[in-house]
């Protein structure tokens, strides 16, 4: 199992989602940006170091959220995301296809990645 964090950016009353490359598995769907725990770090310090990378922005990890299991095929997940700011930098696209800062009452016009959509189900539903 690949453990795996992501981030729930909060800006005033929006948060942050991301669209994965058309190229990269689950292409062109929307997700919370994140990515794998190297080893010896924390889940903390991957989500911080993920962002860095693929966003160029330094946050302030704050809560656990929620955390799911999910079966991709050949990988099975487990996702923790965090809710999280931003405390330096501005989200550039390095890595995603686009970025939006969307209320919660919208999320259901995007479509998600399948681990991203259970959290989804889990936190509004």
């Known amino acids: 199992m690949v453990e795996v964090v992501a981030a729930r950016i909060w800006k005033n009353d929006t948060f942050l989602i ?18 794998k725990i190297e080893p010896g770090e924390t889940k903390q310090q991957a989500l911080i170091r993920e962002c860095q990378e693929e966003l160029k922005i330094t946050l302030a990890v704050g809560r656990e959220v929620c955390d799911v299991t999910h079966a991709y095929p050949g990988m099975t997940i487990h996702l923790t995301l965090f ?30 990645c399948p681990a991203d959509e259970e959290m989804i189900r889990i936190i509004y539903h």
Request: glycine fraction near 10%; charged fraction near 35%; hydrophobic fraction near 30%.
């Open 83 to 112: 809710d999280a700011k931003i405390i330096a930098g501005v989200p550039t696209k390095t890595e995603h296809n686009d970025l939006k800062w969307i209320k919660e009452k919208e999320i259901s016009e995007y479509p998600f």
């Open 18 to 35: 991301c669209q994965r490359g058309k190229e990269k598995s689950q292409g062109m769907l929307w997700e919370f940006v994140g990515g």
